[in-house]
T-cell receptor, first 116, second 115 residues
Framework: GAVVSQHPSWVICKSGTSVKIECRSL??????MFWYRQFPKQSLMLMAT?????????EQGVEKDKFLINHASLTLSTLTVTSAHPEDSSFYIC????????????FGPGTRLTVL | AQSVTQLDSQVPVFEEAPVELRCNYS??????LFWYVQYPNQGLQLLLK??????LVKGINGFEAEFNKSQTSFHLRKPSVHISDTAEYFC?????????????FGQGTILTVHP
Protein backbone atom coordinates (compact mmCIF):
# COMPACT_ATOMS: atom_id res chain seq x y z
CA GLY A 1 0.00 0.00 0.00
CA ALA A 2 0.81 3.73 -0.05
CA VAL A 3 2.14 3.90 -3.59
CA VAL A 4 2.80 7.20 -5.31
CA SER A 5 3.45 7.40 -9.03
CA GLN A 6 4.81 10.19 -11.19
CA HIS A 7 4.46 10.74 -14.88
CA PRO A 8 6.51 11.15 -16.92
CA SER A 9 9.63 9.60 -15.42
CA TRP A 10 11.76 11.78 -17.65
CA VAL A 11 11.13 14.58 -20.11
CA ILE A 12 13.27 16.65 -22.45
CA CYS A 13 11.90 19.93 -23.72
CA LYS A 14 12.98 23.05 -25.53
CA SER A 15 13.61 26.29 -23.71
CA GLY A 16 10.46 28.39 -23.49
CA THR A 17 7.99 25.52 -23.48
CA SER A 18 5.86 24.36 -20.55
CA VAL A 19 6.01 20.94 -18.99
CA LYS A 20 3.43 19.25 -16.80
CA ILE A 21 4.34 16.58 -14.26
CA GLU A 22 1.67 14.43 -12.63
CA CYS A 23 1.76 12.93 -9.17
CA ARG A 24 -0.79 10.31 -8.22
CA SER A 25 -1.52 8.42 -5.04
CA LEU A 26 -2.58 5.01 -6.28
CA UNK A 27 -4.10 3.32 -3.26
CA UNK A 28 -4.88 6.07 -0.77
CA UNK A 29 -6.36 9.52 -0.62
CA UNK A 30 -3.67 12.16 -0.35
CA UNK A 31 -4.85 15.07 1.73
CA UNK A 32 -1.52 16.80 1.30
CA MET A 33 1.06 16.59 -1.45
CA PHE A 34 4.53 18.06 -1.52
CA TRP A 35 6.76 18.98 -4.44
CA TYR A 36 10.54 18.87 -4.16
CA ARG A 37 13.39 19.54 -6.53
CA GLN A 38 16.77 17.93 -6.27
CA PHE A 39 19.87 19.14 -8.08
CA PRO A 40 22.68 16.67 -8.78
CA LYS A 41 24.51 15.59 -5.64
CA GLN A 42 22.28 17.77 -3.48
CA SER A 43 19.47 17.26 -1.04
CA LEU A 44 15.76 17.66 -1.62
CA MET A 45 14.47 21.19 -1.44
CA LEU A 46 10.79 21.66 -0.72
CA MET A 47 9.14 23.81 -3.34
CA ALA A 48 5.54 23.84 -2.21
CA THR A 49 2.85 22.15 -0.15
CA UNK A 50 -0.57 21.59 -1.62
CA UNK A 51 -3.83 20.53 -0.05
CA UNK A 52 -6.70 19.20 -2.09
CA UNK A 53 -9.00 21.96 -3.21
CA UNK A 54 -6.91 24.87 -2.02
CA UNK A 55 -4.04 26.95 -3.29
CA UNK A 56 -0.52 25.67 -2.81
CA UNK A 57 1.80 27.18 -0.24
CA UNK A 58 5.15 27.99 -1.79
CA GLU A 59 8.46 28.07 -0.02
CA GLN A 60 10.45 31.27 0.05
CA GLY A 61 12.26 31.88 -3.22
CA VAL A 62 10.03 29.64 -5.33
CA GLU A 63 8.20 31.51 -8.08
CA LYS A 64 4.56 30.53 -7.92
CA ASP A 65 3.87 31.88 -11.40
CA LYS A 66 6.60 29.72 -12.85
CA PHE A 67 5.82 26.54 -10.95
CA LEU A 68 2.07 26.10 -11.11
CA ILE A 69 0.67 23.50 -8.76
CA ASN A 70 -2.81 22.10 -8.94
CA HIS A 71 -4.27 19.61 -6.48
CA ALA A 72 -7.71 19.12 -7.90
CA SER A 73 -8.49 15.74 -6.38
CA LEU A 74 -7.43 13.58 -3.48
CA THR A 75 -5.33 11.39 -5.76
CA LEU A 76 -3.77 13.82 -8.22
CA SER A 77 -1.50 16.82 -8.07
CA THR A 78 0.23 18.42 -11.02
CA LEU A 79 3.28 20.62 -11.30
CA THR A 80 3.59 22.73 -14.44
CA VAL A 81 6.92 24.34 -15.17
CA THR A 82 6.04 27.29 -17.36
CA SER A 83 8.43 28.79 -19.90
CA ALA A 84 11.11 26.36 -18.87
CA HIS A 85 14.77 27.33 -19.10
CA PRO A 86 17.93 25.23 -18.79
CA GLU A 87 18.35 26.26 -15.15
CA ASP A 88 15.03 24.53 -14.42
CA SER A 89 16.60 21.21 -15.35
CA SER A 90 16.41 19.09 -12.24
CA PHE A 91 14.93 16.00 -10.62
CA TYR A 92 11.42 16.74 -9.38
CA ILE A 93 9.96 14.50 -6.68
CA CYS A 94 6.50 14.53 -5.20
CA UNK A 95 5.30 13.02 -1.97
CA UNK A 96 1.95 12.54 -0.34
CA UNK A 97 0.46 12.08 3.07
CA UNK A 98 -2.93 10.77 4.06
CA UNK A 99 -5.14 11.89 6.90
CA UNK A 100 -4.53 8.64 8.72
CA UNK A 101 -0.73 8.74 8.45
CA UNK A 102 0.13 12.41 8.23
CA UNK A 103 3.46 11.79 9.95
CA UNK A 104 4.81 9.86 7.01
CA UNK A 105 5.33 11.05 3.48
CA UNK A 106 5.21 8.54 0.64
CA PHE A 107 7.47 9.52 -2.22
CA GLY A 108 7.05 9.16 -5.93
CA PRO A 109 9.87 7.85 -8.13
CA GLY A 110 10.75 11.30 -9.44
CA THR A 111 10.76 13.02 -12.83
CA ARG A 112 13.98 14.02 -14.55
CA LEU A 113 13.46 17.28 -16.47
CA THR A 114 16.04 18.39 -19.00
CA VAL A 115 15.54 21.73 -20.71
CA LEU A 116 17.61 22.27 -23.84
CA ALA B 1 13.35 26.88 12.46
CA GLN B 2 14.65 23.38 12.14
CA SER B 3 17.83 22.19 10.50
CA VAL B 4 19.51 18.86 9.92
CA THR B 5 23.22 18.21 9.53
CA GLN B 6 24.60 14.99 8.16
CA LEU B 7 28.20 15.03 9.19
CA ASP B 8 29.60 12.84 6.44
CA SER B 9 28.94 13.46 2.77
CA GLN B 10 30.46 10.12 1.77
CA VAL B 11 31.08 6.93 3.70
CA PRO B 12 32.99 4.07 2.06
CA VAL B 13 32.94 0.70 3.77
CA PHE B 14 33.70 -2.89 2.94
CA GLU B 15 31.01 -5.51 2.64
CA GLU B 16 29.99 -7.11 5.95
CA ALA B 17 31.53 -4.28 7.97
CA PRO B 18 29.42 -2.22 10.37
CA VAL B 19 28.46 1.32 9.43
CA GLU B 20 27.15 4.42 11.18
CA LEU B 21 25.75 7.42 9.34
CA ARG B 22 25.60 10.46 11.54
CA CYS B 23 22.76 12.94 11.81
CA ASN B 24 22.34 15.91 14.11
CA TYR B 25 19.39 18.26 14.20
CA SER B 26 18.54 21.57 15.74
CA UNK B 27 15.06 22.52 16.78
CA UNK B 28 13.42 24.59 19.47
CA UNK B 29 10.54 22.16 19.71
CA UNK B 30 10.06 18.43 19.87
CA UNK B 31 10.62 16.63 16.61
CA UNK B 32 9.84 13.60 14.56
CA LEU B 33 12.90 12.06 12.92
CA PHE B 34 13.26 10.00 9.77
CA TRP B 35 15.85 8.22 7.68
CA TYR B 36 15.24 7.72 3.97
CA VAL B 37 17.24 5.88 1.33
CA GLN B 38 17.48 6.94 -2.31
CA TYR B 39 18.81 4.72 -5.07
CA PRO B 40 20.02 6.41 -8.29
CA ASN B 41 17.28 8.14 -10.25
CA GLN B 42 14.61 6.99 -7.85
CA GLY B 43 12.43 8.53 -5.18
CA LEU B 44 12.90 8.11 -1.46
CA GLN B 45 12.08 5.05 0.57
CA LEU B 46 11.48 5.25 4.31
CA LEU B 47 13.97 3.21 6.35
CA LEU B 48 12.71 4.08 9.81
CA LYS B 49 11.16 6.82 11.88
CA UNK B 50 11.07 8.06 15.44
CA UNK B 51 7.82 9.59 16.62
CA UNK B 52 7.83 8.79 20.34
CA UNK B 53 8.52 5.97 22.78
CA UNK B 54 11.62 3.82 22.67
CA UNK B 55 14.67 5.76 21.56
CA LEU B 56 16.03 2.76 19.65
CA VAL B 57 14.17 2.37 16.41
CA LYS B 58 14.47 -0.59 14.09
CA GLY B 59 13.76 -0.26 10.41
CA ILE B 60 13.86 -2.20 7.20
CA ASN B 61 16.87 -3.94 5.71
CA GLY B 62 18.52 -4.42 9.11
CA PHE B 63 18.98 -0.72 9.85
CA GLU B 64 18.40 0.87 13.23
CA ALA B 65 18.77 4.33 14.70
CA GLU B 66 18.93 5.79 18.17
CA PHE B 67 17.34 9.06 19.17
CA ASN B 68 19.51 10.96 21.62
CA LYS B 69 17.72 14.05 22.82
CA SER B 70 20.59 15.44 24.89
CA GLN B 71 22.94 15.25 21.92
CA THR B 72 20.21 16.09 19.40
CA SER B 73 21.32 13.17 17.29
CA PHE B 74 19.68 10.38 15.34
CA HIS B 75 22.49 8.24 13.96
CA LEU B 76 21.75 5.37 11.61
CA ARG B 77 23.55 2.05 12.06
CA LYS B 78 23.80 -1.35 10.47
CA PRO B 79 25.97 -4.11 11.92
CA SER B 80 26.86 -5.71 8.59
CA VAL B 81 26.36 -4.01 5.23
CA HIS B 82 25.77 -5.54 1.82
CA ILE B 83 26.71 -4.34 -1.64
CA SER B 84 23.02 -3.60 -2.19
CA ASP B 85 23.08 -1.00 0.60
CA THR B 86 25.06 1.30 -1.68
CA ALA B 87 22.83 4.35 -2.00
CA GLU B 88 22.31 7.86 -0.69
CA TYR B 89 20.79 8.24 2.76
CA PHE B 90 18.88 11.25 4.00
CA CYS B 91 18.04 12.21 7.55
CA UNK B 92 14.95 14.38 7.96
CA UNK B 93 13.02 16.12 10.71
CA UNK B 94 9.48 17.38 11.06
CA UNK B 95 7.61 19.40 13.65
CA UNK B 96 4.81 17.36 15.26
CA UNK B 97 2.78 20.50 15.88
CA UNK B 98 2.29 21.22 12.18
CA UNK B 99 -0.66 19.82 10.34
CA UNK B 100 1.07 18.70 7.22
CA UNK B 101 4.25 16.94 8.37
CA UNK B 102 6.60 19.21 6.41
CA UNK B 103 10.07 17.66 6.25
CA UNK B 104 13.46 19.32 6.44
CA PHE B 105 16.22 17.17 4.95
CA GLY B 106 19.90 16.89 5.65
CA GLN B 107 22.43 17.13 2.87
CA GLY B 108 22.61 13.38 2.36
CA THR B 109 25.31 10.77 2.89
CA ILE B 110 26.47 8.57 0.05
CA LEU B 111 27.20 5.09 1.35
CA THR B 112 29.42 3.01 -0.91
CA VAL B 113 29.90 -0.63 -0.02
CA HIS B 114 32.96 -2.22 -1.56
CA PRO B 115 33.41 -5.98 -2.07
Amino acid sequence: GAVVSQHPSWVICKSGTSVKIECRSLDFQATTMFWYRQFPKQSLMLMATSNEGSKATYEQGVEKDKFLINHASLTLSTLTVTSAHPEDSSFYICSATSGRARNEQFFGPGTRLTVL
Amino acid sequence: AQSVTQLDSQVPVFEEAPVELRCNYSSSVSVYLFWYVQYPNQGLQLLLKYLSGSTLVKGINGFEAEFNKSQTSFHLRKPSVHISDTAEYFCAVSDPSTSYGKLTFGQGTILTVHP
